[in-house]
């Protein structure tokens, strides 16, 4: 499966803004689904999952201000922001993982979001 992320740009503190992560080659629903974000200088770390059932779960930095979802008709997983901080700024990837797997196998190729304050 191929995973397009879309949706970064440029906001001010405190705004929002929707990423969007599209599918190519095989169904969404056949994958639980995350987000991540590497800041500049630091480590991937993980924001938000997405499972089979839709259950979710966050990270805590961004609980209660991020929404992960799904639309499995369009093969599409969205990460909703909102309460945007500066801290938020990173490169944003989606990934998946097929049942069973211990790892995300397969990765998006990132978009930026960039949060003034």
């Known amino acids: 499966v191929q995973l397009q992320a879309s949706g970064g740009g440029l906001v001010q503190a405190g705004g929002s803004l929707r990423l969007s992560c599209t599918a190519s080659?095989?169904?969404?629903?056949?994958?639980?689904m995350g987000w991540f974000r590497q800041a500049p200088g630091k480590e991937r770390e993980f924001v938000a999952r997405?499972?089979?059932?839709?259950?979710?779960s966050y990270a805590d930095a961004v609980k209660g201000r991020f929404t992960i979802s799904r639309d499995n008709a369009k093969n599409t997983v969205y990460l909703q922001m909102n309460s945007l901080k500066s801290e938020d700024t990173a490169v944003y990837y989606c990934?998946?993982?097929?049942?069973?797997?211990?790892?995300?196998?397969?990765w998006g190729q990132g978009t930026l979001v960039t949060v003034s304050s």
């Open positions: 997405i499972g089979w059932s839709s259950d979710t």
């Open positions: 080659g095989r169904t969404l629903s056949s994958y639980a």
């Open positions: 990934a998946g993982r097929v049942r069973g797997s211990p790892k995300y196998d397969y």
